[in-house]
């Protein structure tokens, strides 16, 4: 890992998910952008003082010159979003496969580099849009291609928190200074979350944004970063799409919710309530799919690891991710996981939406 040590609520989180299903080890490290940070954070975490290194740069050397079966078989990134590019690069064009945290980068033309080092490397790399591996998420598209619901007319994605209603940088708070900070974060909540929900669009109704008409705007004095965002869309077949995503919505926690409109039924689905999935088919009463349930269809039924009526959540989500990238790096077929493409559309949907600056523009 890179990045993610003492204090930082992602790493934690990575780790737990790379780790659920007993497929990865965590054996090395460069946790924090100073070596003291590093080193303390590392030995906090038990790694060996062999395997705890000061710097990403001293990581990338090391576990190369290291013998095929003794170094690291893949790296995850989870930095602040200025270094995705250069970390991941340094490690892909070492041979190593990435899974990085999103937004994949800051730019457009980060990405395309990136990617192109992975086309050239061959290697795998996961963009950890995690709320894509939730079982029920994967059951709305598997229903959606199915047909369903019949061909997409309409979709609202969602995704609204409140926890930077206030200027909360000024008060110190690292993960609001850094995430403030457009020199280090790139966009604000449509790097953070919107790119989340363009993503759970595209991967639920497998359709792709033709052109958008983005309101892009910072509620809060002070703030050098959007806070708030609404985007209409026009997608492929003809479909319209509303997303908005906010992080000033007092006593919003964690809400992000998709609702796809087709000419036979609809579906809805809410990150607060992961395992019910509301299906109606046209001229019918409301259905309720459980996880794991009656109707829930084979693809989420292997996404999911408890008996239904025992819950599952965002760590099984996020696991799920990380379990179809292991699939990939040992050269399974048909391996679910969101890509190196998936991050490329992510950075080009954030710089489109604020460029429109309330126009339409093509995608």
């Known amino acids: 890992m890179v990045g993610?040590?003492?204090?930082?609520f992602i790493g934690a989180v990575h780790r737990t998910a790379a780790t659920l299903d007993g497929e990865a080890t965590f054996v090395a490290g460069c946790l924090s952008s100073t070596p003291e940070r590093a080193l303390a954070s590392g030995r906090t975490i038990g790694l060996a003082e062999d395997r705890n290194y000061p710097t990403w740069q001293a990581m990338v050397a090391a576990e190369k010159a290291l013998p095929a079966g003794q170094r690291i078989d893949a790296v995850c990134i989870?930095?602040?979003?200025?270094?995705?590019?250069?970390?991941?690069?340094?490690?892909?064009?070492?041979?190593?496969?990435?899974i990085c945290d999103k937004p994949l980068t800051r730019t457009?033309?980060?990405?395309?580099?990136?990617?192109?080092?992975?086309?050239?490397?061959?290697?795998?790399?996961?963009?950890?849009?995690n709320y894509t591996g939730y079982p029920l998420v994967r059951a709305m598209g598997e229903m959606v291609r199915s047909g369903k619901i019949g061909a997409v007319r309409k979709v609202f994605v969602e995704y609204h928190q409140g926890w930077l209603a206030t200027d909360l940088a000024s008060t110190g708070q690292k993960q609001a200074a850094w995430r403030g900070d457009p020199?280090?974060?790139?966009?604000g909540a449509l790097g953070d979350i919107g790119s989340h929900a363009e993503n759970l669009l595209r991967t639920v109704t497998g359709l792709s944004i033709e052109?958008?008409?983005?309101?892009?705007?910072?509620?809060?004095?002070g703030r050098r970063v959007d806070d708030d965002a609404a985007v209409l869309m026009k997608l492929s077949g003809?479909?319209?799409?509303?997303?908005?995503c906010?992080?000033?919505?007092?006593?919003?926690?964690?809400?992000?919710?998709?609702?796809?409109?087709?000419?036979?039924g609809s579906l809805r689905w809410r990150q607060e309530d992961p395992n019910a999935l509301t299906f109606t088919a046209l001229d019918a009463a409301p259905q309720i799919i459980t996880r794991g349930g009656v109707g829930s269809g084979d693809v989420a039924r292997a996404a999911t690891r408890l008996p239904p009526g025992h819950p599952?959540?965002?760590?099984?989500?996020?696991?799920?991710?990380?379990?179809?990238?292991?699939?990939?790096?040992?050269?399974?077929?048909?391996?679910?996981?969101?890509?190196?493409?998936?991050?490329?559309?992510?950075?080009h949907f954030i710089e489109k939406c604020l460029a429109s600056k309330g126009a339409w523009v093509k995608v």
């Open 4 to 8: 993610g040590g003492t204090g930082a």
């Open 78 to 98: 989870v930095t602040p979003n200025h270094l995705h590019n250069p970390v991941a690069v340094a490690f892909v064009e070492a041979g190593f496969h990435v």
């Open 108 to 129: 457009v033309a980060e990405a395309q580099e990136l990617a192109a080092a992975v086309r050239r490397a061959k290697t795998v790399f996961a963009v950890t849009y």
């Open 183 to 187: 020199a280090i974060a790139g966009a």
């Open 211 to 221: 052109s958008l008409c983005a309101d892009v705007g910072t509620i809060v004095p």
């Open 238 to 244: 003809g479909a319209r799409a509303v997303l908005t």
């Open 246 to 264: 906010s992080q000033v919505c007092i006593g919003e926690e964690n809400g992000l919710s998709i609702r796809v409109y087709g000419e036979r």
């Open 312 to 347: 599952e959540g965002f760590y099984e989500a996020f696991a799920n991710v990380y379990r179809g990238a292991f699939a990939a790096i040992r050269g399974e077929s048909g391996a679910v996981y969101p890509g190196i493409e998936d991050g490329v559309h992510g950075v």
